[in-house]
């Protein structure tokens, strides 16, 4: 088996993610059958408890894996959906090596981090890679990190099994004072990964202006490696050009030689280039408000910018994006704050603070024929407006937010009100029946499809009559749950349970978003 592990240095979000999700898709263009692993160092069994304000947002696979957002990465760049297998965190290999051990596989030894972590480790990267040409691993964190470690033993004894490439992504600062750029940082930080027992086979320094080759060199000679090895990925406006750079300076072909790979086939970019070509030149632009309430972290809204990035690729039109905290409309008033905008779409997410601001801005583009998308909590709180100024229930509300209203349009379902906290979420792709003749079902083109879902409340069936005879319809379901609400006397006014985000691709952009966008 052919493992590449990604390594970072000096400091975190380098772009360790973006790095390794751009050499997937470039050695996928090699016609390999490749696939990326995200390791995450944190305790966490998996991202789903993670607050945003640290992490950003929790990415959901299709097989219901709540993970690290570099598998969102992974999936647009890669072009295919990854299991949940394939993000790796510390807690879950504590937790298993704990099960192991309770259970007897050790038979009395004493457990230690080596072997018996690592080889656990090694077992998790060796069984997902089996089925690949190539497996590409990154493991989070920097060197030095003392959660770390055990991964990068674990990848440090992997290239005495099997044949390994190890990328080091790095930083080079510019100091401006000084006008120049400096390397010790990185060779102070590939001593470091040295010292570990891993010696980097290419070192992608991560900086705001392209190296000189004056650093380069220095690079190369500290470092141990050949100065073609030194990759310089500058700072650019447009993270989708990232493999050009790296493919400009022959990272994937180090890979293939070092690895013994022999294929005479040429990188196919072509569909990626015209990608590239259609989202660098747009005929118009849109103005898009994403209404939310983790709007300091654009990270935690990742999916969603990016979707709306493809659809706005695919109909040539420049979406400038504007998040919005719902805060600031309680305060000032949607009329004030969302004034001028194209679209608005209300963001998913958790817990009480800023939900009145979202229900203000979903009456201000309902009233104004603003074409309005509700995701996930976005669609129960378009549910509760409707309910409050259509049908005049004035205490109308979610249980999660009220449990005392009378008028209770989002619930628990009966059978999960008994259920620990965990127990009541509903996570993956699930199946959508769509009804006919509704705008969704014309977005679509199908009876069904299969979407991710990330929530535990859902719209209460008992006032199901009352929303479609005061004029909303119900136009998808899943085993008779709500699944999809619009409006037709609206441009777009669409509500989904699901994550479309999630699922959407640079070549192959979500529907729903590209009819947003084509609007």
């Known amino acids: 088996m052919k ?33 990326l692993v995200k390791v995450d160092p944190y305790l966490n069994s998996d991202a789903g408890t993670m607050n945003p ?5 929790v990415f959901v696979t299709e097989d219901g894996g709540e993970t690290d957002l570099d598998i969102g990465h992974y999936e647009r760049f890669l072009g295919e959906n990854l299991p949940k297998r394939n ?32 080889n656990l480790i090694k077992d998790k ?8 040409d190539l497996c590409l691993v990154e493991i989070g964190g920097t060197v030095g990190d ?50 570990i027992g891993i010696q980097p086979d290419a070192i992608v320094c991560r900086s705001e202006y392209p190296l000189t080759e004056e650093a380069r060199s220095k690079i190369a000679l500290f470092s141990s490696v050949p100065i073609r090895a030194v990759i310089s ?37 072509s569909s990626w280039e015209e990608f590239i070509k259609k989202l660098e030149n747009p005929k118009r632009t849109k103005k898009v408000a994403i209404v939310g309430k983790y709007v300091e972290v654009r990270d935690a809204y990742k999916s969603l910018i990016e979707a709306i990035i493809h659809a706005g690729a695919h109909t040539l039109t420049k979406p400038e994006i504007d998040l919005v905290d719902s805060l600031d409309i309680e305060e000032k008033g949607a009329e004030e704050i969302l004034k001028g905008y194209d679209v608005i779409i209300i963001a998913g997410g958790f817990g009480r603070r800023g939900i009145e601001g979202k229900i203000e801005a979903i009456r201000f583009a309902r009233e104004n024929k603003i074409p309005i998308l509700g995701i996930c909590l976005g669609m129960q709180l378009m549910t509760v407006e409707w309910a409050r100024n259509v049908l005049g229930w004035k205490d109308a509300h979610s249980e999660e937010f009220n449990k005392d209203t009378k008028h209770p349009v989002i619930h628990l379902l009966p059978e999960q009100k008994d259920k620990p906290l965990g127990g009541t979420m509903r996570l993956g792709g699930q199946e959508i029946k769509l009804k006919k003749g509704t705008m969704i079902y014309e977005i ?44 037709s ?11 479309p985000e999630y699922s959407s691709k640079p070549l192959k952009p979500h529907p729903i978003f590209l009819r947003l966008m084509e609007m």
């Open 53 to 57: 304000y640290q992490h950003g947002e």
């Open 125 to 132: 990267f060796k069984e997902i890679g089996k089925e690949y």
């Open 87 to 118: 993000n790796i965190t510390a807690g879950q290999v504590y937790h298993e090596i704990i099960h192991k051990e309770r259970k007897g596989d050790y038979l009395g030894a004493t457990v230690q981090v080596v072997p018996h972590l690592t």
């Open 146 to 195: 003392i959660e770390s470690l055990p991964f990068l033993e674990a990848a440090r004894q992997m290239g005495l099994e099997e044949n390994c490439f190890y990328v080091h992504v790095s930083y080079v600062p510019f100091v401006k004072s000084v006008g120049e750029l400096k390397t010790k940082p990185t060779q102070h930080s590939v001593q470091k990964l040295r010292e």
């Open 233 to 269: 990925a500058y700072d650019v406006d447009n993270v989708y050009r990232i493999p050009f750079i790296l493919a400009s300076q022959g990272l994937d072909d180090l890979i293939l030689e070092k690895l013994g790979i022999r294929t005479y086939l040429k990188r196919d970019m």
């Open 444 to 487: 679509y083109k199908r009876n069904s499809v299969v979407e991710r879902h990330r929530h535990r409340y859902e719209f209460n069936n008992e006032f199901k009559k009352d929303f479609e005879n005061s004029g909303l319809t119900i136009s998808g379901e899943t085993k008779g749950l709500v699944e999809v609400i619009e409006w």
């Open 489 to 499: 006397e609206h441009p777009f006014f669409v509500g989904v349970q699901f994550h």
């Open 3 to 35: 493992f590449v592990f990604i390594t970072g240095g000096v400091l975190s979000s380098l772009g360790k993610g973006i790095t390794t999700a751009s050499l997937g898709l470039l050695l996928k263009s090699r016609k390999l059958k490749v696939t």
